[in-house]
């Protein structure tokens, strides 16, 4: 039997593995069913039923990009026993409170785990808005990969590099790349990332332009391809489930569906890290507990009064904030039900 060598699809070994188990990536979710990629080749799994106990609060369901430990059934469906540590992972707040396995009550929906970098990806048309990428923006700083911005399309829009600009202004510290999967133009850059054993998660609304990018890099057709409506340049989905694609380099990709929604989830070190030169100004505020409304001295307030920060910028905050706080309000509530249920 062949023995596939799954250093290459990125695992590093942290722990002890017992012997009646063995290691595998997850590559593909269908439900409550996954594909997982071991030494011996793709193999069918689900999980094992504890992880159906106290699965409200249980957060480390299987997803695409998790390294689990899997009883191996060479024969049959395999059964996934365990969820290995994760180096990276990308949330959003599920407002629909359904989760893996169709378990009720779940407010995070974990989109995949361990990346090394996620591509932000919007298309150069009339639905590029810098405000959704920026939640995104968010909520990635959060996640332990290193954010990158895509710009899909560049073919169709003779000023795209003004919107490079735009978007450079407005997230300084983020590489921001312009490119065309049906000209080639700047798919080469992308190559500092796309590198052997390395992880790159594709995430955006529908339409963006990730699937026709897949298959530009895969050097192939992989995924279906769907018109856009002409009105307000949205697309339908083409991409049903998450999928892990190995790259022809050896580098990863992880497609996911496009996301009409981007719930914030414990985004409090994300939004720091985006806002960081507002929440610096908090340190000058005479009083600590400044609301930054009506307190002399406030250096929010001075700030906004001389135009170091935007209006705008200001807003972005505040609504940011408004939400993560929200989410957090509705997972305490949550949870003490939960509690209380259990006792």
Known sequence: M??????????IETVAIPDSLIV?????????QYMVM??????RAVCKGTFFRDAEVRRDFPCVGDFVLLRHNASGVSQVA?????RSKFSRANFKGKGAGYVKNILEQVICTNFDYVFLTTSLNQDFNVERVLRYLTQARQS??????????SDLNEDFKEFVKQMEQHAPDVPVHAVSSHTGY??????????????????????VGKSSLLNALMGHDVMEISDIRENDSRGRHTTTHRELFMLPNGAMVIDTPGMRELGLLEADDGIAAEFEDVEDLFDNCRFRSCTHKNEPNCAVLAALEDGSLSKERWRRYNAQKRENKYVES??????????KKRK
Do not use: C, N, W
């Open 2 to 11: 062949e023995i596939f060598d799954l250093t290459k699809f990125g695992y």
């Open 24 to 32: 595998g990536r997850i590559t593909e979710v269908h439900r409550d």
């Open 38 to 43: 071991t030494e011996y080749g793709e193999a």
């Open 82 to 86: 365990s969820v290995l540590p994760r």
């Open 144 to 153: 332990g990969g290193q954010p990158v911005i895509i710009l899909t399309k």
């Open 186 to 207: 700047g798919m080469d850059v992308l190559e500092q990332y796309l590198q052997p054993t390395k992880t790159v998660v594709f995430l955006g609304m529908s339409g």
């Open 330 to 339: 509705k997972r305490l509530a949550m949870t003490t039900r939960q509690q």
